[in-house]
């Protein structure tokens, strides 16, 4: 007998053309996700990924972070042979303190010999015999035993973990992630993973007014989301010349906007070369004056691709409690030196007009600047942290 993982995904994205490449995907970031842990056997048959040889305690925490998964069991698996399935219900149940219990069987092979409620009966006759201090609830038991008869056996198991839910991470295409070391841009970019995009993270720092601490939060960010994606590109832009020229060339009103409009310039350019199609922040309507309606407008007409903010709508504290239950939040609120609050005036222009924030902008070489900063980018591939 031997005790394996089933995950199960969801059937309603399965539904027509893409159905094979999400699959396969899945599958694809299921064995991603394991390939630390040995000699891992993935396979897949409708509705259901299985993982053998994995010692399912390490393997549980890992899946629960593959976008796409619904939810896995520990599952054990023996011959299609009622003494074998009594013996392993009985295992199960012995375990614990006695309570309520109900058998659930499903007979997917039809050529088993007792079809589903006569599995419930016989084995729930068996373990009031056996077991007196356990009784059968069918409505609320405190234990539940699956029993599934398939053509490669019997399979048993009484846990289910929930998954993330989602889609693949690469299923949807590729976004460029503007990540500051803030709580909200993690957040947005697990949320564009959680539907299946692929990120490459691009973060702006402004040496020597920015140190070391921010670098390492960021760093520690993409660790964190290449849990659920796999290994990410980071680039590190040094921003400072471009915020020199912005604050000393053009109104101080508009400064916030105007290195805004430089960040989706610079990301479009590294969308470019990383063969991505979107650009995703962590902006959030009115949370600041570069985030109302007219300011989010102007900064987005700065990139030509489009600019996904999955926060939007959110209220900050269900940004927050996101951000605690994906693990982000303790990392975004370490101490650190943010690039844009360096050169913030005091009174940001909170409704900018294009036509005025076009005109401040006719005194910048926007694309000497694009060049220079670009060829100072720095690129790490980052992979998951784990001890
Ligand atoms: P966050 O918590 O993500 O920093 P925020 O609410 O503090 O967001 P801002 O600081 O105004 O908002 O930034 C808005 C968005 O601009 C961020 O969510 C992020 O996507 C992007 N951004 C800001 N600063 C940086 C940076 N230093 N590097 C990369 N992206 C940044
Ligand atoms: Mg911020």
């Not at 897949?44 to 899946?63: H, K, M, Q, S, W």
């Not at 508009?254 to 991505?276: H, S």
Request: with cysteine; glycine share 6%; charged share 20%.
């Amino acid at each position: 007998m031997a005790q394996l993982v089933m995950a199960r995904y969801g059937e309603i994205a399965l539904k027509g053309r893409n159905r094979h490449r999400f699959e396969q995907l899945l599958v694809n970031n299921v064995r991603r996700a394991l390939h630390d842990l040995g000699r891992v056997s993935v396979t897949r048959t409708y509705g259901r990924i299985f993982i053998e040889n994995v010692d399912t305690a390490a393997a549980i925490p890992r899946l629960t972070r593959v976008f796409g998964l619904v939810s896995v069991s520990p599952v054990w698996v023996m011959p299609q042979d009622m003494d074998a399935i009594r013996a392993q219900t009985l295992a199960m149940l012995a375990q614990r303190r006695p309570g309520t219990f109900k058998i659930q069987a499903r007979r997917a092979d039809k050529s088993f010999p007792h079809d589903s409620p006569a599995i419930n009966r016989q084995l729930g006759a068996y373990v009031l015999d056996e077991l007196p201090g356990w009784s059968v609830d069918v409505h609320h038991p405190d234990l539940v035993i699956y029993v599934e008869i398939r053509p490669e056996g019997a399979f048993i198991f009484s846990t289910s973990v929930p998954g993330p839910g989602g889609l693949p991470v690469g299923m949807t295409g590729r976004g460029i992630l503007l990540l500051s070391g803030g709580i909200d841009s993690p957040v947005a970019g697990w949320m564009a993973l959680k539907r299946g995009m692929e990120l490459t993270a691009l973060h702006f720092e402004s040496p020597p007014y920015t140190g070391p601490r921010s670098r390492e939060k960021v760093v520690d960010l993409v660790r964190l989301l290449a849990e659920y994606a796999g290994p990410v590109t980071l680039y590190i832009n040094h921003f400072t010349r471009i915020q020199q020229a912005i604050v000393s060339s053009c109104p101080p009103s508009l400064t916030v906007i105007l290195m805004r409009r430089m960040m989706m310039r610079l990301a479009d350019c590294i969308a470019e070369d990383e063969g991505a199609s979107a650009l995703v922040t962590g902006e959030n309507l009115g949370q600041v004056a570069s985030q109302t309606l007219e300011s989010l407008a102007v900064i987005g007409t700065a990139a030509v691709r489009p600019v996904l903010r999955p926060l939007i709508f959110f209220d900050k504290m269900e940004i927050v409690e996101r951000a605690q239950s994906i693990g982000t939040y303790p990392i975004s609120v370490r101490p650190y030196e943010d690039c844009c609050t360096l050169f913030v005036p005091s009174h940001p222009a909170t409704s900018p007009r294009e036509r005025q924030v076009v005109a401040a902008e006719a005194g910048l070489d926007i694309e000497a600047l694009l060049a220079a900063s670009l060829a100072q980018t720095e690129r790490l591939v980052l992979t998951e942290a784990r001890d």
